[in-house]
C-alpha cells in the first residue's frame, strides 16, 4: 500500500465521524462559495484537518496548506492531500528553519483568505509579507492564544484584515468543554486506575464549563460530588444542581479523588497534601499543569514509585499516606485518553467551513478586527448536527413569527 | 388580635424565608445607605414586600408606598407597615380612580428615588408630576413589560432618570426560571391530577431556562421526557442532556403530559390533539395562556366536564378520547401551586435593595437610561444566600489574581 | 342527580385510571372464571373498589359486601353498586355494632371464596360461623396487619382454609412503596411548605424500598441527600448510589428537611433535635407516628405556632431556633398529600383480581395456609400494565428458551 | 530485583486496594480461627489470591495452593508466597497433566478445609483421592459453573462434605454485578472507540442487575437509553425508572450503541442487523458470546476490516452501512477493559475468608450439600466496608429492637 493510501483511509475514516462537516463538504459542492478563490492556511496536518480541506476544495478553492506544529503531522494524510489537488507544505518532525519555510511557501500562493492555529501565518502576513496583504480579505484564527495576539494587534490599528475567531462557539463549547471533557477526563482517570467511582467521594474544584462537565459525570457514575468554587454565583448554582460546595481546605480529607478544572494555579496545595486520605487520587483537567502544586507533592513524599499504573505516580507521605498523582498534573483526558472525540473536532471545523464561506461572501464589507463566529452559522451547525444524527424539530409559523416579534416590540 | 398585629406575624414568617434580605437589613442599619433619602414605590403590598421596606427604611430611608395591583394587597401587612412608620396608600380591593390616587399620594413625599413594578409610578411621574422629575436621582422597574416601555421611552430620549432592570440577574434566573418553575411546574400538575409520574412520558415543549428546569424536575421524579424546540442550538443540547427530541407533531402520540414552556402560541394545536392518547393531561407553565389552543379543544369536544379534579377539565373527544386540560391553559404553577417559593422573592428583593443602594451612591454620575444590574450586585447577592445556608468558598490569593490576570491579557 | 349517578361517576372515573383491573374484567367477561361462585368481601366501599366487583361479577361471581371500615364508606357508591347487582351492605359512619351485623350478612350468602381486609370477616367465619367453614375454599387478605394474624392461626393448626396474601406482589411494591411513597411523600412536603428543594440538604432516615424512593425523589428534585441508616448492606448500597452516609447524630446539623421511613421508633430524639438548624423541617414517611420523637418536641418548645402552614406545626425553642413538624409527624404523603395515585390500586386490586381466580381454580388442591401470589400472576399483572401503556416487549423464541433451559441444568 | 521481590510488590499494591480483607487478615491474626488447620485451594494465583492466602494464614492456616488455570498464574506472585511460607504448586502456561499433578500435590497435604475456583479439586477428592474425604470437612466454591456440579453431586448424594457457595452475596452482586459491570461495560466501550456517549442513544438488552448498571452508566454518561427485555416485571420496574422500553426489533433502527447483557443467546440478530443505523456499534456484557448473533454479521458483511480501532472490526453492509463489533462479541469489559476493579475483588474474597472461618468453627455440625453464604457474613463485610471508607452508622437501641421484635410478632 502506497502512502497517500493509507493517508486516504485515514481520512475517510476520519470523515465518517464529521458527518456535519461532510454535509457541508457536499453543500459546498453544489453552491461553489470559493470559485476563483485561493486559500492558504496553517493547521495541523491531520486527517480530520485534511476533511476540511476537502470541503473547502469542493467549494471551489485553490489551497496551500502548511503544518502548524510539525509534531502533529501525518505523512501518509499529507500524502493523500497532495494526491487529492492540495498543495502541501509539511513534513513530521522537520526543524524551526523548515517550519517556517513551509508556511512561506503556502503563502506564496497569494490567498484570498487565510487560516491559523496560532497566529503564526497571520504574523508573518504582516511583518515579512506585508506584498500579500492588500490581496487578503480575511482569516480564521481557532486558538485562544492566537486570538489574544489578534486582539492587541487590532487595538494598536496594526490589524489589516478581518478575523473571525473560530474557537468559541455555543455548539463547539457545548460539545468540546462541557461534555466532551466532562467525559474524557473520567475516562483518562479510569484508564490510568481502573478504580470504580460509584461510591467515591469526588472532589471537583471549578464549576465553570468544564468543570460542570465533569461533575456530572463524576455523579453519573455513582460518585459523591463536592464542588470547590472562587466565585459565589457559580457555587450557587452548584449547590442548586445538588452538589456540596465546600472550600478546598474542607473538601480535602473527604475526598477519594480530586479533579481541578479552573483554570488557575495553586489550587491544591502542600496545605491540602497534608490532610488528604491514604490513596487519594489526583488529576488536573485545567489546561496548564499549574492547579496541583506538583513540586510540593516532589518535596513532601519521602519516596515516589513512577509508574505504579500507566500515567500513574505513587507519592509516599513520610506519615505512610499514598497519593496518587496522575498525568504528573498535565490535562489527564489528553494524556491519559484520547481527548477530543472527533464528534468535537466536527463542530469546530463546520464552524470553520461556513465562516470562511461567510468571509468569502462577506469580506468587502467587513472593517479589519476580529469577529465572532456569526451566530447563525453556530445554529447552522446545530441543524446540520440535528440532521445528521436524524433528529427533526419544530419550524416557527408565520403566525408564531408575527407573535414573538410583536411581543419583543411591546404592544 | 389586631389588625397590624396579623401583619406583623406574616411579616415576621416572610422574613425567616428570606435570610439574604434580612442579613442586607442588618448591613444597612449599620451603613445607612439612605439616610436623608425619600423613596416612593409603587409594589404588591405583601408580606415579601413589607420585608424589603423595612431594609430601606432600617438604612435610613423615608418611605411611600402604593400598590401596584389592588388586588394583591394585604390589608393587615400595610397596617403592620404603618405602625413601623412607612406611609401606605393601598387598600385591597379599591377602584381604578383611587388606584391612581395612591400613587400620586405616593408621589407626593418628592422622592429622590422610585420603586415600580409596571412603569405606572414612572409613566404618571413623566407625564403629570414632571414638576418633580428635577429631584428623582433613579428607579428601579421589576418587570420585563415595564421595561420595555422603559427602553422605548429611553430610546425616544423621553426617559429623564437611570433606571435599574432588576428583574433580570443571574441569581433570580436560576432560583426563578430553572429551579423554581421547574419544581412549581411538577407540583402544581401533581395537587392538580395526583398522577404518578415515574413510568410516563412528558413532553416539554422549549428548552429555555424554564423548559430545561421542568424536563428536570420530570426526570428526576422518573419520567421519560421529550423535548420539542424551534432552536437547533437548544435542541442539539437537550439530546447532549440525554433527552429524545422530536417536533411536537411526533410527540403528540406518546405523551402522558404535555408542559408548554415556549413563551410563543399555538405550540399545542388541532392537528396535535387529534392524535394524543387517551388521558393525556396538558399543562402550560408559559406566560401567556396562548401556547395550548384552547379554542381548538373547546370546538373539538363533544363534552365538557369541569372540575374533575381541582383545577382539572376533561375535554371528551368524539372518538372517545378524554384529555385533561390543567389551570384552563394558565400558568399551571401559580394556579394549581403556589408559584415561587418565598426563596425566590429573596434573590429578587436582595437584588433590588442594593440596586437601591447602588442608585443612591452612583445616581449623580449616571446618563438617563435602562441599566442592567451591576454585576458585582449579583455576586454579592449569590454571596450572602451561601452564608446564609453556612456554606463557606475559597478566596483567590494574591498569585492567583496575578495569574489570572496576567493570563488574560496574554504574555 | 340520583346518588347512584353520582357514584356511577365516580367509578367510571376511577376505572379509567384503573387500565390493568378493566382488562382483567374483560377477559373474566369471556373466561367467566367464577360461574356459579358466591363471593363475600370485607373492603373498603370506594370507587376502586368498586372496579374490583365490577371484574368479579363480570366473571360471573355473586358478590355481598360489607365494609371493612365505616368512615371510608362512599354511600354514593354503595348506591351504584347495589344498582350493578352487588349486594352491598355498608353505610358511612355507622356505629361498631352495625359494623359487625354487615359483615354477618355479607356471610350470610354462604360464600365460595372470601375477601378480606384487617382479618375482621376471616375471624368471625373461624369463631361465630363456623357453620359456613366447610364451603369456603379460600380468601384473600390485603394487609400487612390480616397476614400476620393469618400465620398466627395457621401456625396453631386453626386456619381452616388457603389464604392468599395479596399485599406483597412485586409489582405492588414498585408502584406502591418505592415510587408511590417516593412521589407521594415530597408532594406531601411541597404542598404543606411551598419550600423550594434545589440545593437543600434533605436527610433521609432508612434505606428500604421506601426510603430509597424518598431519596431518589429528593434528589431529583435538585436536593443533596443524606442516608442514615442501620443495616450495614442497605448503607453500602446507598453510598454506592452516590448518597453520603452518617449516623442521625452527625447528620442533624447539616438537614434543611429529615424524612424519617424506617418502620422503627425514636429516628429522631432530643438529642437531634437539640442540634438541628433554625427552620428545619420534620416529616415522618413511616406508617406508624412513632418515628420522630414529638413528645421530645412538644417538651423541650419554649411555644408552639400549631397551623403556620396547612399541616405545619412551628417549635420555638428556647434558643430561638424554629423546627417545622408537618403532619404532627403522622404520614406526610396520606396526610399532606392524597397518598397513592390510583395507579396504585390498579396494581393491587389486579393481583387480587387474578388471585382469586387462581384460587377459584386450584382451591380443591390446596392446604390451609398463607400463600404468597403466585409468580405468574405477579408477571401477569406486569405484563397487562405494559400492555396498557402500549408497550411491548421480546417474547423468547424456541431456541433461547432451550439455550437458557441447558444452561441451567448444567452441561 | 529477584522474582519474589517483584511479586511482594505487586501483592503489596493489590492489598492496598483490599482494605476489608486486610482488616480481616488483622482480625484473623488475633483470633487465629484457623490453627492447627490446612487448607488445600485450586485458586488463579494472582495477586489478589495472595492477598487472601496471606489473611488465612496469618489466621493460624497450613496452606497448599494449586493454581485453577495455568493461564492466570503469576509467577513473581508464586515465588512471593513461597517466600512467605505457602507451598505454591503452579508455574504459568503449564501442560494440562501438569496442572493436575499440581492439584494432587496440593491435596497431599491432607486438607481440612478446601477452597475451589471451578470444581476440579472438589472433583478429584470424590473420584482419585477418596481416602482424603474422611479428614475434610468443608469447602468453599467460588464460580457458579462449580456450584451446578456441586448442586448435582448434592442431588445424587455423591457430596461428602458441605460446600459455600461464595460467589453470591448481596454485596458481592452490588459490586459486581450492578457498579463493577455497569462501569467496566462503559470504560470499555470508551477504550475501543473512543465515541462521545452524550447524546447517543443506547439500546441495553436485559434488565437484570448487570444491565440495570449498564443502562444507569449509560445515562449517567448522557446517553438517552432503551431497555429490551423478555421479563415483564424487570421491562415494567425499566419504565419506572425512566427508561424507554421497546422489542429489539423496534429499538434496532435506533440505536446508536448496543449492549448486549441477557445471558441469552441470539438477542441481536440478523433482522436487527439489517434495520440498524450506519455507524452503529455493538457490544456485548453477557458472559458468553452467544448473544449478538456474530456469523450472521459475517455473512452479511460485503467486507471486514478488523480492527479499525483497539479491539473494534467494521463490517461492511451490501448497502453500504457500516456496523462496528467490539470484541469479537465476546465481554466487552474483560476485553477492551480490565474486568472488576480491585474493589469487587475485595468484597468477593472477603465473603470467602469469612466463610471458612464459619466452615471451621461450624464443620462439625453441618450435613454435606450446598450451602448459601450465612447473612452475617455479608453483614460484616458490609460493615467492613464502610469502616474501610471512614462511614459510621447509626446502632440500634434496646428499645428499638424490642420495637422491631414486638411488631414482627404481631401485637
Known sequence: MELWESGERHVSWAARSMPVLTAIGERFALERPFDGLTIAACLHVTAETAVLMGALKAGGATIALAASNPLSTQDDVAAALREYGVAVH??????????????????DVEPDLVLDDGCDLVNILHTERTDLLG???GGC???????????????????????????????????????????STLDGIMRATNTMLAGRTVVVAGFGYCGRGVAERAKGLGARVIVTEIDAVKALDATLQGYEVRPMAQAAPSGDLFVTVTGNRDVIT???????????????????????DVRA?????????????????????PDGRRLLLLAEGRLVNLTAAEGHPAAVMDMSFSAQALAVA?????????????????????????????????????????????????WRVGS
Open 90 to 107: 509539511a513534513r513530521a518532525g522537520v526543524d524551526r528553519a523548515t517550519y517556517y519555510r513551509h508556511i512561506h511557501q503556502a503563502l
Open 135 to 137: 490581496r487578503v480579505g
Open 141 to 183: 484564527e481557532e486558538t485562544t492564544t492566537g486570538i489574544i495576539r489578534l486582539r492587541q494587534m487590532a487595538a494598536e490599528g496594526a490589524l489589516r484584515f478581518p478575523v473571525v475567531a473560530v474557537n468559541d462557539t455555543r455548539t463547539k463549547r457545548m460539545f468540546d468543554n462541557r461534555y466532551g471533557t466532562g467525559q
Open 270 to 292: 502542600a496545605e491540602h497534601l497534608a490532610v488528604m486520605k491514604d490513596g487519594a487520587i489526583l488529576a488536573n483537567a485545567g489546561h496548564f499543569d499549574v492547579e496541583i
Open 297 to 317: 507533592l516532589d518535596e513532601l513524599a519521602s519516596e515516589v514509585h513512577r509508574g505504579v499504573r500507566p500515567n500513574t505516580d505513587e507519592y509516599v507521605m
Open 358 to 406: 461567510w468571509l468569502a461572501r462577506e469580506r468587502s464589507g467587513l472593517e479589519p478586527g476580529v469577529y465572532d463566529v456569526p451566530e447563525h452559522i453556530d445554529h447552522e451547525v446545530a441543524g446540520l448536527k440535528l440532521a445528521a444524527t436524524g433528529i427533526s424539530i419544530d419550524v416557527l409559523t408565520e403566525e408564531q413569527e408575527d407573535y414573538l416579534h410583536s
